[in-house]
């Protein structure tokens, strides 16, 4: 059986909590989704989420936390969604802590501020999908010298979804539709992982 936490920092965690549920059950696998604060939680997670929220506080509460010291020495496959793509990253627009275990670069509210939220239709993974975006962020740049990484999604020319190795990062929130594939998309690269 596999864990994965939802990080409990900020953000809509009931909603990842939620999807996360109802993915394990259509994937019909042995999996639980529980909430995590602090790195001894998160040190017994085969896979971790981080939703959207305050990039800046969640990084200076996992940095604090010794969340990042975790994830990092046990290799845990990380889901951040908007400002978890943030946290995800190497670098960003703004002085803030990181995880830093993505060698990408992050533009903060890339597509601008909490009134400028919108849904778009995107295809991410071969497949349409409904692109929630709040305050949401862009990829600025990665490393192209590394084969593991891979561009998920775009929208217009803005990369908005990519992976390295098992940990994803997303710009928008997938956790406020009802559509479950890219929670599923993660507990597989966690199985996948944890094999």
């Not at 960003?92 to 400028?116: E, H, W, Y």
Request: aromatic residues 6%; proline residues 3%.
């Amino acid at each position: 059986m596999i864990t994965i936490g939802i990080l409990n920092l900020q953000g809509a965690v009931s909603e990842h909590y939620d999807i996360t549920k109802k993915a394990i059950e259509n994937m019909g696998i042995e999996a639980e989704a529980i909430s995590v604060r602090y790195a001894d939680e998160v040190a017994n997670c085969d896979g971790v989420i981080i939703s959207g929220g305050e990039s800046t506080v969640i990084g200076k509460i996992i940095k604090e936390r010794g969340i990042d010291k975790v994830i990092k020495d046990n290799r845990i496959p990380v889901f951040g969604t908007c400002a978890g793509m943030v946290l995800l990253g190497k670098k960003t627009d703004f002085d803030q802590p990181l995880l830093g275990i993505m060698d990408i670069s992050v533009k903060r509210n890339a597509f601008g501020r909490q009134v400028d939220s919108f849904e778009s239709p995107i295809s991410i993974l071969g497949e349409d999908y409904l692109g929630v975006f709040i305050r949401a962020p862009s990829l600025d740049d990665y490393d192209k010298t590394k084969e593991d990484i891979k561009v998920l999604s775009k929208l217009d020319d803005e990369i908005i979804a990519i992976q390295q190795e098992h940990n994803i990062a997303i710009a928008f929130h997938p956790e406020l539709t009802d559509d479950t594939r890219i929670h599923e998309y993660f507990i597989e690269e966690v199985l996948n992982c944890a094999e």
